[in-house]
C-alpha cells in the first residue's frame, strides 16, 4: 500500500522535470517509496515487510510508472529474506501486469522469475460514497456536453480535479510545510496561478464532488479548512473559527458560488440585511411618485470618494466585528458622519475572483441579488486616487500585496459592476448625501478638519481664541471703564487689565 500524503507518507517526490503553464505533464516525476508489506489487502492487515525503492514516471503519454523496488521481509515465513523487482506498471490500466523477478537474497538468492499480478478493488470506509457521486456529477452538466469523455475518463477527471483544489486548499490553511510541498509540484508561479484558476466561473466542478473528498479526507475538520482558506482570501491570513460553519444549511453548485456565499454571509447587505419584501415595494412605490429617484442615471449615480467624505467630515472605521452581518454601515451624527467597512485583503488573484463573482451573479437561474456587484460598485466609488487608498490603509480596512497603492485603483478601476442592488446602494447613497447637504454638518466637518485635525492645529486655535477674547475684553473696557466702587475679584481683575491696556499717563 502507497501512502502519498497524510500524517505519515510512505512515497516523497524527490525530483520533477520543469513545468510550464502549456507543459503540466507528470513526466519525470520521481518518488522513493517505503510502502508496508501486508498479509492482505485490507488496510489493518499484519505487516510482515517493506516494499523500499524508487517510483518514476516515465511514460509521456500515459500515466505508468517504472518501478525499482527491493522487497525486504521481517515477519513470518521469509522473514530475512528480501526479493528485487524490475517492471513496468500502468496505473490505469485494469488488465494483469506482468513483474519481472530479478534477483534476491536468503530464501530467494539467485531468484529468476515472472509473475503476473491482476488489480484487485479494496472496500475503504467512504470510497463507495465517492464513486457514486463521481458517476452522478455527470448530471449536472447540459446533456451532450461530456460525451467526450466516456464513464471511466470522465471519473478519474472528477477525482483528480477534485483532490487538487483540496490539496491546494489543505495547503494555504494547515501552514507552511503544505505550502512548501505544493511549491514543489507547481512553482511559485503556478502555485499563485491556482488561486485564481479554482474561481474561474467555467472551471468549476459540482460541489458534491469536493463535498465528499472533503468529508472523506478531513473527516470533522473539513469546515475548518475551507473556513481558513475563505478567511484567507478575505483577509490576508489563515483564521479558523471554531463555531463558523461554513456550509451550514447551504447547498451550493459549486466552490465559486460558496466563496460569494461566505462573501456576503459576512457583507454586502450593507448594513441592512436581508431584504424584506414589504420594504421593496414601498420603496418602489416611492421611487414612482419621486421624478428624480425614478431617473435611471440620478439613482445609479455614485457618491463621494474616501478623501471627499473626509472633507465632509464622514470618517472611516473599520468594523472588528468580523462576525457582523453588515460589511458598510454609515452612522451620521450632531457634527461628523461615520463610514465603517469590514477589513478586506487585495491580492493579485482578487480582481479575477471578483470578476467571477458578478459574472456567477449575471447569469440566469442565479442568485441575482447582486450583493458582490453592490459592494463593488461601492468600493469603485470610494476609491478614485491613491489618497484614497492610503487612508483605507491607515484605517486597517484594506491590505493590499499589489506593491503601489496605484495599482488598487487601477484594480477597482478596471472592475465593472454593469448591475446593482438599487434599494441597498440607494440606501447606503442617500444617507451619506442627506448628512453632505446639511450645512450645519458641513460646517461643523469643516472647523474638525481645518482646525482640529492635529494637536498642534487644536493648540494653536486655543491660543488664537485666548488672544482675541482678551483683546476683546481689552477694548471694551477702554471704552467703557469700570466703575470705582466694583470690588469684586473678577471686577478687580478686569481693572488691572483694562489698567495695562491703556497706563495713567504722568502729569
Same mark, same amino acid.
Given at each position: 500500500?502507497?501512502?502519498?500524503?497524510?500524517?505519515?507518507?510512505?512515497?516523497?517526490?524527490?525530483?520533477?522535470?520543469?513545468?510550464?503553464?502549456?507543459?503540466?505533464?507528470?513526466?519525470?516525476?520521481?518518488?522513493?517509496?517505503?510502502?508496508?508489506?501486508?498479509?492482505?489487502?485490507?488496510?489493518?492487515?499484519?505487516?510482515?515487510?517493506?516494499?523500499?525503492?524508487?517510483?518514476?514516471?516515465?511514460?509521456?503519454?500515459?500515466?505508468?510508472?517504472?518501478?525499482?523496488?527491493?522487497?525486504?521481509?521481517?515477519?513470518?515465513?521469509? %522473514?530475512?529474506?528480501? #526479493?528485487?523487482? @524490475?517492471?513496468?506498471?500502468?496505473? !490505469?490500466?485494469? /488488465?494483469?501486469?506482468?513483474?519481472? $523477478?530479478?534477483?534476491?537474497?536468503?530464501?530467494?538468492?539467485?531468484?529468476?522469475?515472472?509473475?503476473?499480478?491482476?488489480?484487485?478493488?479494496?472496500?475503504?470506509?467512504?470510497?463507495?460514497?465517492?464513486?457514486?457521486?463521481?458517476?452522478?456529477?455527470?448530471?449536472?452538466?447540459?446533456?451532450?456536453?461530456?460525451?467526450?469523455?466516456?464513464?471511466?475518463?470522465?471519473?478519474?477527471?472528477?477525482?483528480?480535479?477534485?483532490?487538487?483544489?483540496?490539496?491546494?486548499?489543505?495547503?494555504?490553511?494547515?501552514?507552511?510545510?503544505?505550502?512548501?510541498?505544493?511549491?514543489?509540484?507547481?512553482?511559485?508561479?503556478?502555485?499563485?496561478?491556482?488561486?485564481?484558476?479554482?474561481?474561474?466561473?467555467? %472551471?468549476?466542478?459540482? #460541489?458534491?464532488? @469536493?463535498?465528499?473528498?472533503?468529508? !472523506?479526507?478531513? /473527516?470533522?475538520?473539513?469546515?475548518? $479548512?475551507?473556513?481558513?482558506?475563505?478567511?484567507?482570501?478575505?483577509?490576508?491570513?489563515?483564521?479558523?473559527?471554531?463555531?463558523?460553519?461554513?456550509?451550514?444549511?447551504?447547498?451550493?453548485?459549486?466552490?465559486?458560488?460558496?466563496?460569494?456565499?461566505?462573501?456576503?454571509?459576512?457583507?454586502?447587505?450593507?448594513?441592512?440585511?436581508?431584504?424584506?419584501?414589504?420594504?421593496?415595494?414601498?420603496?418602489?412605490?416611492?421611487?414612482?411618485?419621486?421624478?428624480?429617484?425614478?431617473?435611471?442615471?440620478?439613482?445609479?449615480?455614485?457618491?463621494?470618494?474616501?478623501?471627499?467624505?473626509?472633507?465632509?467630515?464622514?470618517?472611516?472605521?473599520?468594523?472588528?466585528?468580523?462576525?457582523?452581518?453588515?460589511?458598510?454601515?454609515?452612522?451620521?451624527?450632531?457634527?461628523?458622519?461615520?463610514?465603517?467597512?469590514?477589513?478586506?485583503?487585495?491580492?493579485?488573484?482578487?480582481?479575477?475572483?471578483?470578476?467571477?463573482?458578478?459574472?456567477?451573479?449575471?447569469?440566469?437561474?442565479?442568485?441575482?441579488?447582486?450583493?458582490?456587484?453592490?459592494?463593488?460598485?461601492?468600493?469603485?466609488?470610494?476609491?478614485?486616487?491613491?489618497?484614497?487608498?492610503?487612508?483605507?490603509?491607515?484605517?486597517?480596512?484594506?491590505?493590499?500585496?499589489?506593491?503601489?497603492?496605484?495599482?488598487?485603483?487601477?484594480?477597482?478601476?478596471?472592475?465593472?459592476?454593469?448591475?446593482?442592488?438599487?434599494?441597498?446602494?440607494?440606501?447606503?447613497?442617500?444617507?451619506?448625501?442627506?448628512?453632505?447637504?446639511?450645512?450645519?454638518?458641513?460646517?461643523?466637518?469643516?472647523?474638525?478638519?481645518?482646525?482640529?485635525?492635529?494637536?498642534?492645529?487644536?493648540?494653536?486655535?486655543?491660543?488664537?481664541?485666548?488672544?482675541?477674547?482678551?483683546?476683546?475684553?481689552?477694548?471694551?473696557?477702554?471704552?467703557?471703564?469700570?466703575?470705582?466702587?466694583?470690588?469684586?475679584?473678577?471686577?478687580?481683575?478686569?481693572?488691572?487689565?483694562?489698567?495695562?491696556?491703556?497706563?495713567?499717563?504722568?502729569?
Amino acid at each position: 500500500m502507497t501512502f502519498f500524503s497524510g500524517n505519515n507518507p510512505t512515497a516523497i517526490p524527490v525530483a520533477q522535470a520543469p513545468m510550464t503553464n502549456t507543459s503540466q505533464t507528470l513526466f519525470g516525476l520521481t518518488f522513493v517509496v517505503d510502502d508496508p508489506l501486508t498479509i492482505g489487502p485490507n488496510i489493518t492487515s499484519k505487516i510482515v515487510g517493506r516494499a523500499q525503492g524508487i517510483y518514476a514516471s516515465a511514460d509521456q503519454n500515459d500515466f505508468a510508472l517504472s518501478m525499482v523496488l527491493n522487497f525486504v521481509f521481517f515477519e513470518g515465513k521469509y %522473514n530475512g529474506s528480501s #526479493f528485487s523487482l @524490475l517492471t513496468r506498471n500502468p496505473i !490505469l490500466s485494469t /488488465a494483469p501486469r506482468e513483474f519481472s $523477478i530479478v534477483g534476491g537474497s536468503g530464501l530467494f538468492r539467485f531468484a529468476r522469475a515472472e509473475s503476473a499480478l491482476k488489480p484487485m478493488e479494496m472496500e475503504m470506509s467512504g470510497s463507495e460514497d465517492v464513486v457514486e457521486v463521481i458517476h452522478d456529477a455527470r448530471n449536472c452538466y447540459i446533456d451532450g456536453s461530456t460525451d467526450a469523455y466516456n464513464d471511466e475518463e470522465f471519473n478519474w477527471m472528477m477525482l483528480r480535479d477534485g483532490c487538487f483544489i483540496l490539496f491546494f486548499i489543505e495547503c494555504i490553511s494547515c501552514g507552511n510545510d503544505k505550502v512548501l510541498l505544493n511549491n514543489e509540484y507547481l512553482g511559485a508561479l503556478g502555485f499563485a496561478n491556482v488561486a485564481r484558476d479554482i474561481f474561474v466561473l467555467e %472551471n468549476q466542478i459540482p #460541489f458534491v464532488v @469536493l463535498e465528499v473528498l472533503l468529508e !472523506l479526507r478531513f /473527516a470533522d475538520s473539513g469546515e475548518e $479548512i475551507l473556513n481558513g482558506f475563505f478567511n484567507y482570501l478575505n483577509y490576508g491570513e489563515v483564521i479558523i473559527r471554531q463555531n463558523e460553519k461554513v456550509l451550514e444549511n447551504k447547498q451550493p453548485l459549486h466552490l465559486l458560488e460558496l466563496y460569494r456565499s461566505y462573501f456576503i454571509s459576512l457583507s454586502a447587505s450593507l448594513g441592512l440585511g436581508s431584504i424584506n419584501l414589504s420594504k421593496w415595494r414601498g420603496w418602489a412605490k416611492k421611487m414612482n411618485t419621486v421624478h428624480e429617484d425614478y431617473n435611471y442615471i440620478r439613482r445609479n449615480r455614485s457618491f463621494s470618494s474616501v478623501m471627499e467624505l473626509k472633507a465632509k467630515g464622514i470618517f472611516l472605521k473599520c468594523a472588528y466585528d468580523e462576525s457582523s452581518n453588515e460589511d458598510i454601515k454609515f452612522h451620521s451624527h450632531c457634527c461628523y458622519g461615520e463610514l465603517e467597512l469590514v477589513r478586506r485583503a487585495v491580492s493579485s488573484n482578487t480582481k479575477a475572483i471578483y470578476l467571477n463573482m458578478i459574472a456567477y451573479e449575471m447569469c440566469p437561474h442565479n442568485p441575482n441579488d447582486f450583493r458582490v456587484s453592490t459592494y463593488i460598485r461601492v468600493m469603485k466609488s470610494l476609491v478614485i486616487q491613491r489618497d484614497d487608498v492610503k487612508e483605507l490603509r491607515n484605517s486597517k480596512i484594506l491590505l493590499h500585496s499589489l506593491g503601489r497603492d496605484e495599482e488598487v485603483v487601477k484594480m477597482y478601476d478596471e472592475i465593472d459592476a454593469p448591475a446593482v442592488n438599487l434599494y441597498m446602494f440607494n440606501q447606503l447613497r442617500r444617507g451619506i448625501e442627506k448628512h453632505c447637504t446639511s450645512q450645519y454638518k458641513t460646517w461643523a466637518a469643516e472647523l474638525i478638519t481645518v482646525y482640529f485635525s492635529s494637536p498642534w492645529k487644536t493648540v494653536a486655535l486655543l491660543v488664537a481664541s485666548a488672544i482675541l477674547i482678551t483683546s476683546f475684553l481689552q477694548t471694551y473696557f477702554a471704552i467703557r471703564p469700570l466703575p470705582d466702587e466694583s470690588n469684586g475679584d473678577i471686577m478687580k481683575l478686569l481693572r488691572r487689565c483694562a489698567h495695562f491696556k491703556h497706563p495713567s499717563t504722568p502729569p
